[in-house]
Nanobody, 126 residues
Framework: QVQLVESGGGLVQAGGSLRLSCAAS????????MGWFRQAPGKDSEFVAA????????IYADSVKGRFTISRDNAKNTVFLQMNSLKPEDTAVYYC???????????????????WGQGTQVTVSS
């Protein structure tokens, strides 16, 4: 059974940093594009970042560009989201997702993703 499990969320003050991890199991995701999405209370799901299996492309939402970095360790089947200079508006549940049928800007669409984690809460206090 395919599973994506996020970890690393928590409470941090504005300006601080967190590193989210997403561990995949059940199959190798080394050939998959991996993405991060987030959903704040009362708001729609929002694309955060994505990259393909070999890092050939990496895309970020404008709201996080320059502050967040997506990376992966294919040997460990794990993808990371390093979040720096956090703001209160970054508060949300963060989800990782995997797909083998998107590339470039097409990976911004949540509907392209086949596998999702359960989410991890990130709260940024002002």
């Amino acid at each position: 059974q395919v599973q994506l499990v996020e970890s690393g969320g928590g409470l941090v003050q504005a300006g601080g940093s967190l590193r989210l991890s997403c561990a995949a199991s059940g199959r190798s995701f080394s050939k998959y594009a991996m993405g991060w999405f987030r959903q704040a209370p009362g708001k729609d799901s929002e694309f955060v970042a994505a990259h393909n299996w070999n890092g050939g492309f990496t895309i970020y939402a404008d709201s996080v560009k320059g502050r967040f970095t997506i990376s992966r360790d294919n040997a460990k089947n794990t993808v990371f989201l390093q979040m720096n200079s956090l703001k209160p508006e970054d508060t949300a549940v963060y989800y990782c997702a995997a797909t083998d049928h998107c590339s470039g800007s097409g990976c911004k669409g949540a509907a392209r993703y086949d596998y999702w984690g359960q989410g991890t809460q990130v709260t940024v206090s002002s």
